[in-house]
């Protein structure tokens, strides 16, 4: 019993590390609003190799403390992830350039099922709507859910289908009320920061979309043509390694 509650342990640690970091440094969240693209000389120094199997052993061990702290059940599961919930909202998400300490959220909603990942999800999104909130916040809260989507096998595609299309209607609405493409592009940062969430959930979801039985019927229905040529023209904006993923599904309907 103890080799199988082990496996099934690594299988939830493995789920979790196919969720992309999504600090300000990660394809779902990052949007260029700079005049030129010369990030190269700010970016953060990358990590040696035993920096790296530092951080992985430390990560680990923590991934398995939280798992502990759930199954124990000492405190009430939904309790301790409201608690979890509130740093995440009050530290994580106001944080420049994490890369991987959010990795304990993005696991501990794993461990909760659909509830939990609904309410991870629908939190963030909460915050793109919610004017009162800073814009660098609501970017970031939309790269972690395009992030987590994208990545995280355990999130049912149903559920990736209904966000997708929040996303597109909040778009397209944001859309219509600015017809033409006035002020700079860090005016419209956070309507960008949604495409580029957008486009990147469906680089690494459409081809599920596609396989299902009425898939290419509802990539159509989405009407993403629309979006791609607005006069606010998020290809020009959004990174070019999600762009030319994102051309080639187009391509397919």
């Not at 486009?199 to 791609?228: K, P, Q």
Request: a negative charge; glycine letters at 4%.
């Amino acid at each position: 019993q103890q080799p199988q509650q082990q496996q099934q342990q690594q299988q939830q640690q493995h789920n979790a590390s196919r969720t992309a970091p999504a600090g300000a440094n990660s394809n779902a969240a990052t949007v260029d609003v700079s005049a030129d693209r010369s990030d190269e000389a700010n970016a953060t120094p990358e990590l040696g190799v035993p920096e790296r199997e530092k951080l992985d052993v430390v990560l680990s061990l923590t991934l398995e403390f939280v798992h502990e702290i759930f199954k124990r059940k000492a405190i009430p599961p939904d309790h301790m992830f409201e608690v979890l919930m509130r740093v995440f909202e009050e530290q994580v998400l106001v944080s420049y350039q994490t890369k991987h300490v959010q990795f304990i959220w993005l696991f501990a909603t794993g461990l909760g099922g659909a509830p939990w990942v609904e309410h991870f999800v629908n939190s963030c999104l909460f915050k793109v709507t919610d004017s009162s909130v800073a814009a660098v916040v609501q970017q970031a809260s939309v790269g972690y859910v395009g992030s987590f989507l994208a990545r995280a096998n355990f999130v049912d595609l149903s559920f990736v289908a209904t966000v997708l299309e929040n996303m597109v209607t909040w778009i397209k609405e944001y859309m219509e009320l600015h017809t033409t493409p006035t002020g700079s592009i860090s005016d419209h940062a956070t309507l960008y920061a949604v495409c580029q969430a957008l486009f990147y959930v469906l680089c690494f979801r459409a081809r599920e979309f596609y396989d299902t039985e009425n898939g290419h019927r509802w990539m159509r229905s989405l009407g993403l043509d629309a979006i791609v040529r607005s006069p606010l023209n998020p290809l020009q904006v959004v990174t070019p390694e999600v762009v030319e993923n994102f051309t080639n599904i187009m391509r397919e309907l």
